[in-house]
C-alpha cells in the first residue's frame, strides 16, 4: 500500500513528510481559495436570481457545444432531477438551447444561445482574472504543480473526464 505522504519525484522517489497542521492549512487554503474564486461570478449570478449550479452548467455547456445531458450529469455529479431543474430555467430564460440528438431522438443536445455566451463569457472573465493575477504572482513553476495537485486529488473516473473535456472529447 503506497504511503499518502510520499510523493514520486523526477529524478527517483524522495519523501515528502506533511504533517497534520500543514495539511489542514492547505485544506483550509483551499476552502478560502475557493470562496475568492467563486465570489466573482457568484455576484454577477445573484443579480439574475442564479446560482453555482446554473454556472456550471453554463461552463460545461460552452466547453462541449452539443453535449447531451446525460454526459452533463455525470461531469457535475448531479442527478437528472436536480439538473432538469436548472435546465428548465436556463432555457426558459434563453441562454440554452435543447436540440433533438441526431443519432438518438431520445437525447437532448445542449447549446449555449449567444445569450448564454455572453453571460458564460462575463462568469469566466471574472474567474480568469483572478486566476491570472494568482499565477502571475507565484510563477510558472507554481502555476504547473498546481495544476499537478488538482490532477492527483481527483478520483480516476473525473481524471478521464477532465482530460477528455480538456482534449476536446467530451
Known sequence: MADPDRAPHA???????????????????????YRGFTADPDRILATLDYGRAHHR??????????????????????????????????????????????????????????????????????QRARMRAAYRQVGPEAVSGFRKVLEAMMDPEQRRQYHALRDGRA
Open 11 to 33: 529524478g527517483g522517489e524522495s519523501l515528502l513528510f506533511l504533517t497534520d497542521e500543514q495539511l489542514r492549512q492547505g485544506i483550509e487554503a483551499m476552502f478560502f481559495a
Open 57 to 126: 452548467a453554463l461552463h460545461f455547456c460552452a466547453c462541449a457545444p452539443g453535449t447531451t445531458v446525460s454526459n452533463l450529469i455525470s461531469i457535475l455529479g448531479v442527478t437528472k432531477q436536480s439538473l432538469n431543474r436548472v435546465l428548465r430555467t436556463l432555457v426558459a430564460d434563453g441562454l440554452i438551447e435543447s436540440r433533438v440528438g441526431h443519432a438518438d431522438k431520445r437525447e437532448r443536445n445542449l447549446f449555449l444561445t449567444e445569450a448564454g455566451q455572453e453571460l458564460e463569457q462575463r462568469l469566466s472573465d471574472a
